[in-house]
Each structure stands twice: as structure tokens, then as C-alpha cells.
């Protein structure tokens, strides 16, 4: 009996098992929004003011139900993505296949960048070791600057990969601004506008103005932060590459006019031997 308590226990302090419990008690949740004893406890409770109460319920619900959808999506493309590259087998390609590769191994930048970051979360330190380990690979030499810097522009910035994300990514904005609102719009219309709590107040512009003004800025706060997150996710390669990109620049300026200035010595040096 002690064990079976030990494993009950172990089972609801595991992470997936709270997020079930409160996927389930959102829908509960709903469920009681889109009651009509719900309804009927606002109106009289609270009277005509019991609309506005009712659009901040569904606002408070949208909040958490975003927030857990965020985190599910942040969870399953990072499991995702470390199951890809474990899962990824030793190349056996020849260099002229990988010549002719379009896009920049995710397994790659993982193992050039795999120390972890700042446990202080000094933003300086961690730039101070990305510029170290740079350095350290390309055996600080300007001419392997210049060749990775073309690398990684030639495999982001001109990739058939990125050109279809990009497509891709104006083709689900497209999907959301013309399908998937005005569907959620459809819902709460039928499904809410034509409850009791909102036809007792058509008379009253502005307790009704007030009232979907809350529910459409829950649409818009749920459709905003979770297109934002997909587009975070699909960029997520290409901004640490254009930051790669960016630091290389600064190698290269410095490189570059440090050997100017070498070569000026060399030059002032020469000709005061002449004279």
C-alpha cells in the first residue's frame, strides 16, 4: 500500500500530469462560461453590469489558455528538436553532396555552441564566449572568417529553405486573418451573442459596447501571442545565424584594419631604412 502511495504521488508532482490537470479544469471552465445557470448567477447577482463581469470571465480564461498553449508549444518543438538530432546518423555524404546543401545543420551550431549559457544571465559573458569559440574554430584567421560568413549567408539569406518558410509563414498569416478570426467571431456570435445576459442589455450601448469589446480583445490577445509564437519558432535558426553573421562582420572589420595598420608599419619602417 506504501508503494502504491509513493507511485500516486510521484504521478501528480510529474510536470505532464499537472499540465493535464489543468487542461482539464480549463475546459470545466468553458463548460461553466457557456452554462446558462452561469447566466442566470450574474444577472442576478450583478444585474445589467453582470455582461461586463461575463466578458472579463471569458478574457481571465483566454489568458490562461493561451498561456498553457505557449507552453505546449514550446515544449514540443524543443523535444522536437532535440529528438532530431539524436536521432541524426553520422554523415556519410561526400563533400560534393554537401556542397550542395541548403540549409545550416541545426546538429552543427548545437555542438559549436553547446556550453552553456551565463547561469547569472550576463549577456556580456555569453558574447564573450561565442566570440571565443569563433575564434577557437576558425583558428582566428581572417580568411576562414570570410569563408564561413559566405557559408552562412549563402545557406540563410539566398535558401530555397528560408524563400519557402517565408511563403509559408505569409501563407498562415493569410490562413489566420481570413479564415480562423472570423470563424472565432462566427462562435462567439452565435454561441454568446445570442445568450439571455446580453439580450436583457440591448438597450444599453454601452454596457453591450464594453461587454464585446473585452471578448474581441480576448480573440485578438489569444490569435496575436500565439502566431507570435509559431513565428518565433521558424525564425529561431535564422536569428541565431544572423547574429553569427553579424559578430563574423566585426571579426573580419578588425582583422582587416589591424593588418592595415601593420602594413603602414611595415611601409613607415621600409622607407625610413631608405632614407
Known sequence: ???????????????YFKFIKWIVILILLFKVLESQIYIDVLIEVFGEFGAIIYSLSFFTLSLIFTALLLVSFGWLFKKTDLLLDKTTSPYNSTLYTWLGEDAVSSKFLRNMFGDGASSEYDDT????????????????????FKIFRTF???????????????????????????LFIPK?????????????????????????????????????????????????????????INFLISILDILIEEKENNNNIFAQGSTSHLEDNNR
Open 152 to 178: 552562412l549567408y549563402s545557406r540563410t539569406k539566398k535558401s530555397l529553405f528560408n524563400k519557402i518558410n517565408v511563403y509559408l509563414i505569409t501563407l498562415l498569416a493569410t490562413f489566420i486573418t481570413t
Open 1 to 15: 500500500m506504501s508503494n502504491f502511495n509513493v507511485k500516486l504521488r510521484t504521478i501528480f508532482k510529474n510536470n
Open 184 to 240: 472565432i467571431k462566427e462562435y462567439i456570435t452565435n454561441k454568446v451573442g445570442s445568450q439571455e445576459i446580453f439580450k436583457i442589455i440591448d438597450e444599453l450601448t454601452r454596457y453591450q459596447i464594453h461587454s464585446y469589446l473585452i471578448l474581441y480583445t480576448s480573440i485578438a490577445f489569444t490569435v496575436y501571442f500565439l502566431t507570435y509564437q509559431v513565428l518565433f519558432t521558424f525564425t529561431e535558426r535564422n536569428r541565431r
Open 125 to 144: 559573458e555569453n558574447l564573450k564566449e561565442i566570440t571565443n569559440i569563433i575564434k577557437t574554430k576558425l583558428e582566428d584567421n581572417l580568411l576562414y
